[in-house]
């Protein structure tokens, strides 16, 4: 079924075009049916956070960014949702911090696969791991589809960027003693809470920042990477994000009661 299209002059717009984007992912097969549903999810906590970026995203977009240029063997993991919402700036960021990008998805079939790497090709990518041509290992503390990663891949990387993750899998790359970069819309979630690096923002906003970050910081010295990193405090930046939350719907309060005092 055509989606129709969004009004240019309509109030949601821009959120209504994202919501485009991954129903389109969905009718393609890139986007799982419960990738519609996490999508929803994300919506409502990028309502709550007033669909913006925040200080405290943009500093840790730049811890994350630090932790990709300074690793040994960098990886961003790539699903449905993320695929279908910036496959573009996937490939941008994979090619500027050399982090090569690995499909690795919580609701496999091989059609998907197929799809999603049509669509990165599409977008530029030239290698990509976690396809079932490919070596793969297992994580032992997984039990999902997840647990099968390239043994190139996501096995044997130090550094892992997790798009729009489960808590399962960020607590047990961790547990394997690799840093995790979540983006995540939800500061409360298991992801946001057990990654290294919480970017609370939406994949959308957040990835061409990234880039420009990348861009910024390439040639810095890795001394200087791994202080961006190491004064990176994710338990403040998460407790921030849950305030930034509280008091942008306190604003909203007022504003309601400044109408009721107006009628
Ligand atoms: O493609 P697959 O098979 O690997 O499946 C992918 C999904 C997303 C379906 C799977 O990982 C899943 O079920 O994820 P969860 O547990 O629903 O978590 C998704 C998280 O992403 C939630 O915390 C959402 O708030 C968040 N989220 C949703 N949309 C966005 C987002 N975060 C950033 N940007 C978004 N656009």
């Known amino acids: 079924?055509?989606?129709?299209?969004?009004?240019?002059?309509?109030?949601?717009?821009?959120?209504?075009?994202?919501?485009?984007?991954?129903?389109?992912?969905?009718?393609?097969g890139i986007v799982a049916t419960a990738g519609l549903l996490a999508h929803g999810r994300g919506e409502a906590f990028d309502y709550m956070i007033g669909e913006k970026t925040t200080e405290r995203a943009r500093e840790a977009a730049r811890a994350g960014v630090a932790a990709l240029l300074s690793a040994i063997h960098p990886v961003i993991s790539v699903n449905g949702n993320a695929c279908a919402l910036a496959p573009k700036e996937l490939v941008a960021l994979?090619?500027?911090?050399?982090a090569p990008l690995e499909i690795n998805l919580f609701y496999y079939t091989r059609e998907r696969e197929d799809a999603i790497l049509r669509a990165l090709r599409k977008?530029?990518?030239?290698?990509?791991?976690?396809?079932?041509?490919?070596?793969?290992?297992?994580?032992?503390?997984?039990?999902?589809n997840r647990r099968k990663v390239d043994?190139?891949?996501?096995?044997?990387?130090?550094?892992?960027?997790?798009?729009?993750?489960?808590?399962?899998?960020?607590?047990?790359?961790?547990?394997?003693?690799?840093?995790?970069?979540?983006?995540?819309?939800?500061?409360m979630s298991r992801t946001s809470v057990k990654a290294s690096?919480?970017?609370?923002?939406?994949?959308?906003?957040?990835?061409?920042?990234?880039?420009?970050?990348?861009?910024?910081?390439?040639?810095?010295?890795k001394k200087r990477l791994e202080s961006v990193v190491s004064t990176f405090d994710n338990k403040a930046n998460l407790n921030d994000s849950i305030r930034m939350i509280m008091n942008h719907l306190e604003s909203e309060t007022r504003q309601d009661d400044d109408i009721s005092q107006a009628i």
């Open 123 to 144: 977008a530029g990518a030239k290698g990509v791991l976690g396809t079932h041509d490919r070596p793969s290992s297992a994580i032992p503390e997984l039990s999902s």
């Open 1 to 28: 079924m055509k989606s129709p299209t969004v009004p240019p002059d309509h109030p949601r717009r821009v959120s209504l075009e994202i919501r485009e984007r991954v129903i389109e992912g969905h009718e393609k």
């Open 94 to 98: 994979s090619e500027l911090t050399n």
């Open 197 to 221: 690096i919480s970017v609370v923002d939406n994949i959308v906003r957040i990835l061409p920042l990234m880039i420009d970050y990348a861009r910024e910081m390439k040639d810095m010295p």
């Open 151 to 187: 043994s190139e891949g996501i096995a044997k990387a130090d550094t892992v960027l997790v798009p729009l993750e489960d808590g399962d899998r960020t607590e047990a790359l961790r547990a394997l003693g690799k840093l995790v970069i979540a983006i995540d819309l939800n500061p």
